[in-house]
């Protein structure tokens, strides 16, 4: 066991670290070409690379990271390994990029959000309205981009005849993986939403009785 206190800095230093835009390279290509059907299976930019070897380090790091502290479960480590996997496959074909540029945004794009969760409970302001916010803003961005827009982006994906089919097999993969992750979110989200609803019945039901009581005296 090492020291908590150093790998509780190693910890910081590796969340602030996802900051870095790695998916900014790939909202910048989005912002040049768009996805479509038509532009699937294409031929990748000099941009596309960049922004695509940019997030294959990320990802090596991080997931190095994540096996070697244990700081993940398995279906994190699985979303890591097809990133990664999905990535090579691009460089290596030398298409896919604009589809592939496309995932890692979609999927990347929720990171910062999930990023200061951590942060709040590390300071102990995570169960304030704070808190609260970046979490509502989390499941609706995760769900309008990773499950909405990710959707038509497969549909895009499957309908082109140019991408290979490892390509479109990687697609219907981290969008089932996308799917996974939102069911997680869905359960978590009613468990607080019923938390904090007991949570305010029980101050409703406190504040009658110190009213009654006040009235009484």
């Given at each position: 066991m090492g020291n908590p206190f150093v790998i509780q800095q190693r910890d910081v230093i590796d969340r602030a670290s996802e900051q870095l835009p790695a998916w900014l390279g790939c909202a910048l290509q989005l912002a040049l070409t768009g996805l479509s059907s038509t532009t699937t299976g294409t031929e990748n930019t000099p941009l596309q690379v960049i922004a695509l070897i940019l997030s294959?380090?990320?990802?090596?790091?991080?997931?190095g990271w994540c096996v070697y502290y244990r700081t993940?479960?398995?279906?994190?480590?699985?979303?890591h390994t097809l990133s990664i996997l999905g990535i090579l496959l691009a460089l290596v074909q030398g298409e896919s990029g604009i589809e592939t540029c496309a995932v890692l945004f979609g999927t990347e794009i929720t990171n910062p959000l999930l990023q200061a969760r951590w942060f709040l409970r590390k300071v102990g302001r995570y169960d304030t309205l704070t808190g609260d916010v970046v979490d509502l803003l989390f499941i609706l961005l995760f769900a309008g981009v990773r499950i909405g827009v990710?959707?038509?982006?497969?549909?895009?994906?499957?309908?082109?005849?140019?991408?290979?089919?490892?390509?479109?097999?990687?697609?219907?993969?981290?969008?089932?993986?996308?799917?996974?992750?939102?069911?997680?979110?869905?359960?978590?989200?009613?468990?607080?939403?019923?938390?904090?609803?007991?949570?305010?019945?029980?101050?409703c039901k406190a504040l009658g009785v110190n009213g009654d009581s006040g009235t009484t005296n």
């Open positions: 294959l380090g990320y990802f090596i790091f991080d997931m993940e479960g398995p279906v994190m480590l699985a979303h990710g959707g038509r982006m497969l549909y895009c994906e499957l309908a082109s005849p140019r991408p290979s089919l490892a390509v479109k097999g990687g697609g219907i993969a981290i969008y089932g993986l996308s799917c996974v992750f939102m069911v997680d979110i869905a359960r978590f989200a009613c468990r607080k939403s019923a938390s904090k609803f007991r949570r305010w019945k029980e101050q």
